[in-house]
């Protein structure tokens, strides 16, 4: 089994994203190696195939301390010959510039939020960049990393299904080998969810979603890269591992202010508050908030939640070998059935997929087909 590990919630940003005017780096470098030592001691000497560096604003973190941490990993763990080592940055031109430093620290992947192809659409989702600052961070990306993700919002306030086609083939014609593609979801708390209750941002119409994200699926397999998971799309071979190791179900490692992590069974938190996590690492060695042993039943319905959202779909008889239970209670084979009739999901022997159809009303689906938690 390999471990991916991640370091969460940047320490160089508050909650609002804003860069912290003093930070203390070797405070937070040791504090962060120490927490990685401590999740080291109990999975030593495992594979370790990615590295994710995510939360906040990762891409400001100095060099000289990602540098520090892959440096760490490599002493804990036995590092994949070819290692994915995975940076979140902002389209900025300060991030862009310190592109080539993260490359000589080791990082080999950067995933950019650029959200749009669009400075009217930037300046809605409350974005600082505008398309020009985006596409020159991306070209700076491009040169300095072997593998590059940016990400896009869709299904906006007005927005066709031909307006978004010509975003996203202008999009695709950029020459990155992944794309994050989501669909513009209102979350409780967010301005968005304000201007929704408002009235001022009506809920987008489901057929006309629909619509939009089955010319998403057309156009990105056209070019080359189909879709592996809801959202994301990639050159075979091109996909995010750290990622994939999530949706799979793997073990995993959380590190830093606000990470979670699955490790043998365990669920650990990450102290979310970085004073807080700063202070448990000094007191104890480590950041952790909580760690619960999983039930088999939680894991399984955790693991069919992940996985369903991936076009390979789960491998119910791996699963139930994994989590000890039967496939019968992690699953319902009447409503697989019901389902499978209908052509929203498929099950080759033990293999449960949702089809392409299936995707479009996956949050329906999995409520009827999940029963381990019952």
Known sequence: MHWPFCVSKCPYCDF?????????????RNALLADMAHEAARTAGRPLSSI???GGTPSLMPPPTVAALIAAAGRHWRVWPDIEITLEAN???????????????GVNRVSLGLQSLDDAALRFLGRAHGVAEGLAALDTAQARFARVNFDLIYALPGQSVAAWQGMLARALALGTGHLSLYQLTIEPGTRFATLAAQGRLPPVDPDHGADLFEATRALTAEAGLPAY??????????ESRHNLTYWRYGDYLGIGPGAHGRRLGVATVRHRKPENWLAAVAARGDGLMTEDALSPAARATEALLMGLRLTEGVDLARLASRVGLPIERMVDAAAIGRLADLGLVARDLSRLRVTDAGMLLLDAILPQVVTAGD
């Open 91 to 105: 389209p900025s031109s300060v991030e862009a510039a310190r592109f080539a430093d993260l490359a000589a620290a």
């Open 52 to 54: 994710f560096f995510g």
């Open 229 to 238: 998971e809801i959202s994301n799309h990639a050159r075979p071979g091109e």
């Open 16 to 28: 609002n994203s804003h860069v912290r005017a003093e930070v203390d780096e070797d405070r937070w």
